[in-house]
């Protein structure tokens, strides 16, 4: 009902007479399906046998959202039936554990095929939290570190699937708080932090454009410093290492995901920028200054061999204007300079005409 | 309001309007009342967990196109009751389990047909009811909504839950400074809103976020400048929109972006033409209905969001639209 990237000629053809009788056969058998798990959920049949008929309805239609909750109820009442805590008895522990990793299976190669399905990540994730309630720590563990490789996977075949992204920052958190060792009383310090950072390095290194790990980058930048106990060196090498990083990326100045991860850099030298988002701590107003020219001189320097690059003009303007510590005697933009950027602007960009003339209004140019 | 347009002229107002100008108001009428007409082709069956949604999709396109009678009023209200459960919730279709998206999409049919009153007249106390099944799903401690009783939290839900308590006049059930709290919660550096805490902004949910704030009057909380700038980078050479940076355009974002647009004042910064152009070129000129991309297969999702994109453009012969 909501298709995407489907070509008209492949829909539209018309059908021939033995290919409507045979969609007609399929509907039946399909209709045929349905009903009956309905009806067996309905009698509350709550069996292994209804469970494997799910399986068949998913396979061939896995939005159907009701049969996943159908799939849901018969779990849980198998998962209740058990007489014993599954981790007191190893046989109950095994059974419950292959019910897990039945539905981690079912919904792994249905996401092979439906990588954007709402539905089969909310059932993966609720069947491992249910299971985690009932297996021994070791493999409630172990099972998030599988979780972890599949949405790697997921993350190789498409490195914006935000879905995936999501479901990976819930991994983490899980991992993050099941303890390491068995019978551990208060679990050990495990923060992931520095392996996701390594990991959103990885993905930019490997295609400049996947702004989903820019994004997961500045959020974990600030906790990666303070779990670091960084100092103010330190933190300032950060931010070092963070420009030399995007200036590499200037390569080329056409792509957006960029300059957003730079304005997320200069958003930080803003005295207006929150604590959980912070880089350096102390920041005052020379280092400010500082490095708000050093990028302005950076980004006018690859002016020179991109003059028809839009971006470079507008980030231009947005640093030139929003940081009041450059205005004074010494400031290094003069209002002819932000006057020539802006009909640059205009011209190279004529579709957001509307808010370069509010912008010319604002500056008051 | 009357469109007069024969096949192939669409627009209501001007013939004159070159082919690619033009939007086949008839045909897409006929697509969207053929839509519950399908019922041998596989297809109509494996999409009945959107059937609610797919008749307010397609009701919302016929009032915008000035049919609002295409479809039989008593016959909608009867299946959108036939889908209430006794919680108060909605499901896609008879025998489909409650869920915020559908109880929003019936609640907006209901609204939409002024039929709150048919409602109250077979389920004393129906309104109420509903709101409170909406309230229920109301996280206590963050303040978000989850979609139904399996507890999936997303944003969508946050903003589905405060549309339709407004439509109900129920917004009293819930704490909705605990809800503007988490929607601020899900800001970013660059002005937009993802699906949760730390998720990348992304179109649909900025359309979420910003339309829940603005249901709850709290629009003061919105960066206008740098969302507007964020939403506006958005459209690309053809004139459509993109979703997230550096991904393709899409007819669906043509409505959650510009609607976005619009409420914080700035829709102006796009080019309207442009994307006006954009969304006429998706339509299927034989059949009726829209697409995501010129070309492609159409479907009754990307032909309301097209339509209300056009009507949100002031495309004329259209119906307006309240951008929330
Ligand atoms: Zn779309």
Redesign the interface.
């Known amino acids: ?12 053809q018309t059908r021939s007479d033995l290919a ?1 009788e045979k ?2 056969q ?2 039946a058998r ?2 045929e399906l ?1 009903e009956l798990v ?1 009806r067996k959920v309905a009698e509350r049949q709550y069996t292994v046998e209804v469970l494997s008929l799910t399986t068949k309805l998913l396979t ?2 896995p ?4 049969i996943w ?1 159908h799939r ?1 109820r018969v779990l849980q009442h198998l998962f209740l039936s058990q007489t014993e805590p599954a981790s007191l008895s190893s046989d109950k522990h095994q059974e419950t554990l292959d019910f897990i990793t039945a539905d981690l299976s079912l919904t792994t190669s249905l996401l092979r095929q439906y990588p954007k399905c709402y539905w089969l990540w ?1 059932h993966r ?2 069947v491992l939290q249910v299971g985690e309630a009932r297996l021994q720590a070791v493999a409630a563990r172990k099972l998030w570190q599988g979780e972890l490789q599949l949405v790697t996977m997921m993350l190789g075949a498409d490195s ?1 699937n ?1 879905h995936a ?2 479901y990976r ?1 819930f991994v983490v958190g899980e991992l993050e708080r099941i303890p390491a060792q068995p019978n551990e009383v208060v679990p050990s310090k495990q923060s992931m932090v520095e392996a996701e950072f390594a990991y959103t390095t990885k993905m930019i290194k490997a295609n400049l ?1 996947n ?2 790990a820019w ?2 980058r ?2 974990l930048i600030p906790k990666l410093l303070d779990e670091r106990e960084s100092d103010d060196v330190a933190r300032r090498r950060m931010l070092d290492d963070e420009f030399a990083l995007i200036h590499e990326a200037f390569l080329d100045p056409f ?3 960029i300059w ?1 991860y730079h ?2 850099l200069m ?1 930080t030298l803003s005295s207006r920028n929150s604590r959980e ?1 912070a880089i350096i701590l102390d920041l005052t107003d020379t280092d400010r200054k500082r490095y708000c020219e050093q990028e302005i001189n950076f980004i006018k320097d690859i002016l020179e061999d991109e003059e028809d690059c839009k971006w470079i003009y507008e980030v231009l303007i947005q640093y030139s204007t929003s940081f009041p510590s450059l205005n004074g005697n010494e400031s290094i933009i003069t209002a002819d300079d932000l006057r020539e950027w802006l009909s640059k602007l205009r011209g190279l960009d ?6 370069w003339a ?1 912008l010319e209004y604002t500056l008051g140019l | 309001m009357s469109l007069v347009s024969g096949p192939g002229r669409g627009g209501g107002s001007d013939s004159a309007l070159p082919q690619e100008l033009q939007l086949f108001v008839d045909k897409h009428v006929r697509y969207i009342q053929s839509l519950d007409k399908r ?4 297809e109509y ?6 059937r609610l ?2 008749l307010y999709w397609g009701l919302t396109a016929l009032h915008l196109l000035g049919h609002p009678d295409a479809l039989p009023r008593n016959e909608v209200v009867d299946f959108v009751l036939s889908c209430l459960h006794d919680s108060g919730g909605f ?2 279709a008879p ?3 409650a ?1 915020m998206l559908y109880t929003v999409s019936a609640v907006q049919i209901l609204a939409t047909l002024d039929a709150f009153g048919d409602l109250e007249a077979r389920v004393e106390g129906g309104r109420r009811k509903i709101a409170q099944f909406i309230a229920d799903l109301q996280n206590p401690d963050t303040g978000t909504f989850a979609g ?1 009783e ?1 507890a ?1 939290y997303d944003t969508r839900f946050l903003y589905g839950a405060l549309n339709a308590l407004s439509l109900l006049g129920h917004m009293d059930l819930v704490d909705v400074d605990k809800a503007v709290e988490h929607v601020q919660a899900c800001a ?3 002005g937009g809103y ?3 805490p ?5 179109a649909g949910q900025i359309f979420t976020c910003i339309g829940a704030l603005s249901i709850a009057g709290r629009l003061d909380l919105v960066d206008r400048d740098k969302l ?2 964020w939403l ?2 958005r ?1 690309l ?1 053809n ?1 459509g929109l993109n979703g ?4 393709k355009e ?1 007819v ?1 974002y043509s409505w959650w972006v510009a609607s976005s647009l619009a409420m914080i004042d ?1 829709l ?4 309207q033409g ?1 994307l006006t152009a954009f969304i006429l070129s998706t339509q ?1 000129p ?2 009726g209905g829209l ?3 010129p ?8 032909t309301h969001f097209g339509i209300a994109g056009l009507s949100l453009l002031k495309f004329p012969g259209l119906a307006e639209i309240d951008p929330i």
């Open positions: 009902m909501a298709s995407h990237g489907v070509s008209r000629v492949a829909g539209s409507r969609e007609l399929q509907i399909y209709n349905v309905n061939e239609n939005e159907y959202y009701t909750n849901r909310n994730y609720w914006r935000f992204w999501s920052r454009s702004f989903s994004h997961n500045s959020k792509d957006q995901s957003y304005q997320f958003s988002s004529p579709l957001r005409h509307g808010r509010d | 019922k041998d082709e596989l069956w494996l999409t009945e967990h959107l949604n797919g499901g896609a025998g489909h389990d869920h139904d399996w999936e970013n550096f660059d993802g699906t949760g730390g998720a990348e902004s992304h507007g700038g506006s980078e459209q050479k004139g997230r940076p550096e991904k899409d669906c700035r102006h910064w796009i080019d442009k299927d034989e059949l697409a995501d991309r070309g492609d297969m159409v479907d009754v999702f990307h």
